[in-house]
């Protein structure tokens, strides 16, 4: 049997918390095998657009034929997240409708053993997302002092045997390939108790600094906010808890008035909300999404939608009086609202 490249993960609930629109601007920052684009294009038809990012260029460029047919709807680029407001700009994509970011790895990723990912899979120590970039898991695994191995297994993994690991990993050094490092976890740790194999939350950790995964995604979810027009979506599926932690914590502080540290007398840092948060509680795969894609499982969804501050506000309004069709057509629009929403969505 043909394994599919990859099963996209909630992907109604996601296409329906973007709200994707006939003619809208989208932006998926993780096209992954495409599936989640897919639907944002067919959905988002006629009129509708697709800047789709990946760091992956064998990514990119498999999608390339497959969305040939939607023309100058869709645009393929093969960047990091973390540089997606200079992308929006060069492409002039903006203000966007809707953002997503489904984070992690395709299965065609993670399936492919050569890739380094897999501790099931016998390959050289990679992990690399895109292979252009120097540094592999090889390299860390071979070069960290054994304190600072130990300190990233810990904090990336949340491991709490990192300090014997380490010890063990750094006693077998050179260690080349994925299943060698998977052997010496399973000795360090006696062998395998419990569900979850040894190795996972090693080879987890490896994988976020590798591909500097966390600072990307802070990066990115801040250029986000400055991309988004006015009631644009954010909608953000993560895979562990540090990555879901980042999201809850960015979204929880947009959405604040005021984010002076606790016991500050009286407000001084003029922070004002740029973000709504829709989904109050985290929004996870059903049961029988679990059962027919197994690898869904640890999936969280997080959605928030952009708001307008009262600086932008104020800066709207100023804009919408001294524009040419609104002096000409002025009170006869027949509402005011429509009217700077329509002016906001076309910066
Ligand atoms: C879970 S997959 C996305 C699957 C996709 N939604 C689909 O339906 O096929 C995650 C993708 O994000 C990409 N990725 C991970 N980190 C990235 C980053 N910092 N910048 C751009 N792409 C990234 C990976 O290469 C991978 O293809």
Redesign the pocket.
């Known amino acids: 049997m043909v394994q599919p490249a990859?099963i996209?993960v909630m992907l109604e609930e996601a296409i329906d918390e973007l709200r994707v629109q006939p003619g809208g601007r989208y932006v998926d920052?993780?096209?992954?095998?495409?599936?989640?684009a897919a639907s944002i294009l067919s959905r988002s038809q006629p009129g509708g657009q697709l800047l789709g990012?990946?760091?992956?260029p064998t990514?990119v460029q498999n999608l390339k034929t497959r969305m040939e047919r939607y023309g100058d709807s869709v645009l393929l680029i093969n960047d990091?997240?973390?540089n997606l407001e200079s992308i929006c700009y060069r492409y002039d994509f903006l203000p966007v409708h809707g953002i997503l970011f489904?984070?992690?790895?395709?299965s065609f990723?993670v399936d492919n053993a050569e890739r380094g990912f897999s501790f099931q899979k016998d390959a050289p120590l990679d992990m690399r997302?895109n292979p252009l970039q120097e540094t592999t898991a090889a390299d860390i695994v071979n070069s960290y002092p054994e304190a600072e191995l130990a300190d990233l297994i810990w904090t990336y993994g949340e491991e709490p045997a990192s300090r014997r690991i380490a010890h063990y990993i750094v006693a077998e050094r050179p260690v080349y390939t994925s299943t060698e490092l998977a052997g010496i976890i399973e000795r360090a740790v006696g062998g395998r108790h419990g569900k979850i194999h040894p190795a996972t939350r090693t080879f987890q950790a490896l994988r976020i600094v590798v591909?500097d995964?966390l600072d990307?995604l802070q990066l990115a979810l801040q250029q986000a906010v400055k991309v988004l027009g006015f009631e644009g979506r954010l909608v953000v599926i993560s895979y562990h808890s540090l990555e879901d932690r980042i999201v809850k914590q960015f979204m929880r502080r947009e959405a604040s008035g005021c984010i002076c540290p606790p016991g500050t007398p009286s407000c001084i840092c003029g922070h004002t909300p740029t973000l709504k948060v829709i989904t109050k509680k985290v929004v996870v795969p059903t049961r029988a999404e679990i059962r027919a894609n197994p690898r869904s499982r640890s999936a969280k969804m997080r959605v928030a939608e952009r708001v307008v501050n009262d600086d932008e506000h104020t800066g709207l309004i100023e804009r919408l009086c001294e524009s040419v069709e609104m002096k000409e057509n002025a009170w006869r629009q027949p509402t005011l609202l429509k009217k700077i929403r329509r002016l906001f969505l076309t910066v």
């Open positions: 990859h996209p920052c993780t096209l992954g095998a495409g599936g989640h990012i990946d760091a992956d990514a990091n997240f973390s489904d984070l992690g790895l395709a990723q997302v591909n995964e990307h």
